[in-house]
């Protein structure tokens, strides 16, 4: 998987999916990015963003509403088994990338993930 493969996939589903899945997709692919970040953080990492691009999924993102519940479970799951490893520089290149996806958004909804790590 590509760097513009991911960000064309997040620019797709971004609308669908909401600004928390597309800034936990995010924040896992800068942590991915880190020389920092151990190899089995980066296999966990790798396993959920290629689930969030892959288009055999178990809950087809086409469903209203459910489509995209798995894919932010998966998200979730390997955000948080990885957290440790998500900096402040990771935080910031993830919000300035956003900023391309959504001119305008909250920044409690992304403090709402922000806590949670």
């Not at 999924?57 to 489509?67: K, T």
């Not at 391309?100 to 922000?114: A, G, P, R, T």
């Amino acid at each position: 998987m590509n760097k513009k493969d991911l960000f064309n996939s997040i620019h797709k589903g971004v609308r669908k999916s909401g600004i928390q899945l597309a800034y936990m997709a995010l924040l896992m692919y800068h942590t991915l990015s880190r020389k920092e970040t151990p190899y089995w953080a980066k296999s966990i990492i790798s396993g959920a963003l290629v689930y969030l691009v892959c288009p055999a999924d178990a809950v087809p993102d086409v469903a209203p509403i459910l489509g995209y519940t798995d894919d932010l479970g998966v998200l979730s799951f390997g955000l948080v088994s990885v957290a440790a490893y998500v900096n402040k520089e990771v935080k910031e290149n993830s919000r300035q990338k956003l900023s391309y996806f959504f001119k305008y958004y909250s920044e409690e909804d992304l403090d709402y993930i922000d806590k949670k790590l």
